[in-house]
């Protein structure tokens, strides 16, 4: 059974920094791609960043330059530093995992941004 927890949100104040994680367990072979999306009141669940095959890496328009995503030598843990963060960023966080084609989802982190 995939497992994705999630850590890190809460609330900071405009122009300050978060730093979520995310651990995968029951992944049992194989390396998974994993990523981040967000959802904020009364919108649609959107892309963050995320790894794509080779190593690379996508970020949403709103957030390249501010937030970098990383990942643990395992593979198996991915981070969202999150830098400059204004009231828009204000959302629930979803860790993602794509594996055997199947998308697995963590319970999702608050993060607020205050004005």
């Known amino acids: 059974q995939v497992q994705l927890v999630e850590s890190g949100g809460g609330l900071v104040q405009a122009g300050g920094s978060l730093r979520l994680s995310c651990a995968a367990s029951?992944?049992?072979?194989?390396?998974?791609?994993m990523g981040w999306y967000r959802q904020a009141p009364g919108k649609q669940r959107e892309l963050v960043a995320t790894?794509?095959?080779?190593?690379?890496?996508d970020y949403a328009d709103s957030v390249k330059g501010r937030f970098t995503i990383s990942r643990g030598n395992a593979k198996m843990t991915v981070y969202l530093q999150m830098n400059s963060l204004n009231p828009e960023d204000t959302a629930v966080y979803y860790c993602?995992?794509?594996?055997?084609?199947?998308?697995?989802w963590g319970q999702g982190t608050q993060v607020t941004v205050s004005s």
């Open positions: 993602n995992a794509k594996w055997l084609s199947y998308d697995y």
């Open positions: 029951g992944i049992i072979f194989g390396i998974p791609l």
């Open positions: 790894f794509t095959g080779g190593g690379s890496t």
